[in-house]
């Protein structure tokens, strides 16, 4: 199993930047894909970003530009840094740890309002 936290959301302002983190509990080399995914009020959820174990990344045409993803091996912990904020990015983010099954963390919020 692999249990996955996730960490840094909050309210920010349009325009503004957040950092979120997900901790994963077992090695990163030992999971083939971890993602991002975020659900808005009465909308499904959907992808926002992923990282292979190798380091290739892949992004919703909605953040590209804007957000980042990113891994550090050391810590199991994959990164999501968000830059140009927009309303629309507001939703709760679910971390996603593709192996031979599928694991998802509890969510952060991201609120983006003025």
């Known amino acids: 199993q692999v249990q996955l936290v996730e960490s840094g959301g909050g309210l920010v302002q349009p325009g503004g930047s957040l950092r979120l983190s997900c901790a994963a509990s077992?090695?990163?080399?030992?999971?083939?894909?971890m993602g991002w995914y975020r659900q808005a009020p009465g909308k499904e959820r959907e992808l926002v970003a992923t990282?292979?174990?190798?380091?290739?990344?892949n992004y919703a045409d909605s953040v590209k530009g804007r957000f980042t993803i990113s891994r550090d091996n050391a810590k199991n912990t994959v990164y999501l840094q968000m830059n140009s904020l927009k309303p629309e990015d507001t939703a709760v983010y679910y971390c996603?740890?593709?192996?031979?099954?599928?694991?998802w963390g509890q969510g952060t919020q991201v609120t983006v309002s003025s």
């Open positions: 996603n740890a593709d192996t031979a099954s599928t694991y």
């Open positions: 077992r090695s990163l080399f030992r999971i083939n894909v």
């Open positions: 990282i292979t174990s190798g380091g290739s990344t």
